[in-house]
């Protein structure tokens, strides 16, 4: 899996209901054409990051086909979350 290309937006909670910061990040991805996630027009994820302190965690994260703009019903595998965490954090930590 190669993130191509990302977009991240803080989700701001005016009630303080949720403790530490959210981010959401929309990634390009590209996976190859053997891989089960694979679609002809591409793949999305938006996936939600939680930051509490120096603890980060993906809180949530959907699969999104680019050609139909419609949910997949899979999983990522535990390492593709791992990449996808590590991405997100460090350009968190980066403020990009």
Avoid at 39 to 48: D, F, M, S, W
Wanted: charged share 40%; aromatic share 10%.
């Amino acid at each position: 899996m190669d993130i191509l290309a990302y977009t991240m937006d803080e989700i701001l909670d005016p009630t303080n209901i949720i403790e530490g910061q959210r981010f959401e990040f929309l990634l390009d991805i590209e996976v190859d054409e053997e891989d089960e996630l694979f679609v002809e027009g591409g793949l999305e994820i938006r996936a939600i990051v939680g930051k509490k302190e120096d603890d980060y965690k993906l809180a949530n994260y959907f699969i999104i086909d680019k050609g139909t703009e419609k949910m997949l019903e899979f999983g990522l595998e535990e390492d593709e979350e791992e990449l996808i965490l590590s991405f997100c954090k460090e350009r968190i930590i980066a403020g990009q």
